[in-house]
């Protein structure tokens, strides 16, 4: 069984920083994409930043410039660097990885359960 552990989540006033990490622990070979996703209240899911396993980044266009997301494939962690927070960047904050390969079956997505982000005004 995978579990993803989110943390570095909570409140800070807009221009500030946070750092958000989530480690997936367990049997696990091999992880292709890392991701982060969020979800402000009464919004649906999306997307925020994805890392592929050598490293190419994407981002969403509200985070570009301000966020950045790394990942350290020995620690199977994934995190994401805030800068110059938003307001409007408040959200639960989710890690996803996606086709984790742990010799158990077909590679499948694993979610992280959540961190909550809130930037004061």
């Known amino acids: 069984q995978v579990h993803m552990v989110e943390s570095g989540g909570g409140l800070v006033q807009a221009g500030g920083s946070l750092r958000l990490s989530c480690a997936a622990s367990?049997?696990?070979?091999?992880?292709?994409?890392m991701g982060w996703y969020r979800q402000a209240p009464g919004k649906q899911r999306e997307w925020v930043a994805t890392?592929?396993?050598?490293?190419?980044?994407n981002y969403a266009d509200p985070v570009k410039g301000r966020f950045t997301i790394s990942r350290d494939n020995a620690k199977n962690t994934v995190y994401l660097q805030m800068n110059s927070l938003k307001p409007e960047d408040t959200a639960v904050y989710y890690c996803?990885?996606?086709?984790?390969?742990?010799?158990?079956?077909?590679?499948?997505?694993?979610w992280g359960q959540g961190t909550q982000v809130t930037v004061s005004s």
């Open positions: 996803k990885a996606d086709e984790v390969y742990t010799g158990l079956g077909p590679r499948r997505e694993y």
């Open positions: 367990g049997t696990i070979f091999s992880i292709n994409n």
């Open positions: 890392i592929i396993n050598r490293g190419i980044t």
